[in-house]
Nanobody, 121 residues
Framework: QVQVVESGGGLAQPGGSLRLSCVAQGDIFIIYTMGWYRQAPGKQSELVAATTSGGQTNYLDALKGRFTISRDNATNTAYLQKNNLKPGGTAGYYC???????????????WGRGTQVTDSS
């Protein structure tokens, strides 16, 4: 069984920075893609950023240059660094990991319960 837990949310000041963390624990052989999604009230979920086990990254175009995703494979942790924050709304940030638990190449999606962030970035 795998658990994914996000942390680091809260109230973010305009122009400031915020760092979110996502740690996966349990029976893990390898995590392939680790991604951050966000969902504002009444809106669809959207991919913010993702990173592969090989270090490739992908970002929502509107956030390129201000957000940075990184990961620590030794601790199965993904980070989302948010800089130059803009004022505005609230959204839940969720982590999705592609986890292979047995080393057989079967990948299961594991989602965390999210962490709430109040800003608009």
């Amino acid at each position: 069984q795998v658990q994914v837990v996000e942390s680091g949310g809260g109230l973010a000041q305009p122009g400031g920075s915020l760092r979110l963390s996502c740690v996966a624990q349990g029976d893990i052989f390898i995590i392939y893609t680790m991604g951050w999604y966000r969902q504002a009230p009444g809106k669809q979920s959207e991919l913010v950023a993702a990173t592969t086990s090989g270090g490739q990254t992908n970002y929502l175009d509107a956030l390129k240059g201000r957000f940075t995703i990184s990961r620590d494979n030794a601790t199965n942790t993904a980070y989302l660094q948010k800089n130059n924050l803009k004022p505005g709304g609230t959204a839940g940030y969720y982590c999705r990991d592609g986890v292979d638990t047995g080393g057989w190449g079967t990948v299961d999606e594991q989602w965390g319960r999210g962490t709430q962030v109040t800003d608009s970035s």
